[in-house]
């Protein structure tokens, strides 16, 4: 089994921070790609950023330059720092992890169960 765990979601002003985490646990033989998605009621879960095990990073569009992704390869964590936030930011934000378990097989995908970020203006 596979777990993931977020924290750090809240309620939050415009233009103001938070700093969202997410650790993996379980049968974890190795994690390639880690990253954060958002949804809103109604709408398709989109990425937000995505970060490889070697560190390269992606964004959207609508989050570059205000959101930074991190993660910390020994503590299997992913961390989405968020500044500058706006009420278009408010979502439940998910992270995701592609991972191959120490049982052998395939790559999956594993989610989170989300962490609510409400930004008000």
């Known amino acids: 089994q596979v777990q993931l765990v977020e924290s750090g979601g809240g309620l939050v002003q415009a233009g103001g921070s938070l700093r969202l985490s997410c650790a993996a646990s379980g049968t974890i033989f190795s994690i390639n790609s880690m990253g954060w998605h958002r949804q809103t009621p109604g709408k398709q879960r989109e990425l937000v950023a995505a970060?490889?095990?070697?560190?390269?990073?992606t964004y959207a569009d609508s989050v570059k330059g205000r959101f930074t992704i991190s993660r910390d390869n020994a503590r299997n964590t992913v961390y989405l720092q968020v500044n500058s936030l706006k009420p278009e930011d408010t979502a439940v934000y998910y992270c995701?992890?592609?991972?191959?378990?120490?049982?052998?097989?395939?790559?999956?995908?594993?989610w989170g169960q989300g962490t609510q970020v409400t930004v008000s203006s």
């Open positions: 970060i490889t095990s070697g560190g390269t990073t």
């Open positions: 995701s992890a592609d991972v191959l378990r120490r049982d052998g097989g395939v790559w999956n995908k594993y």
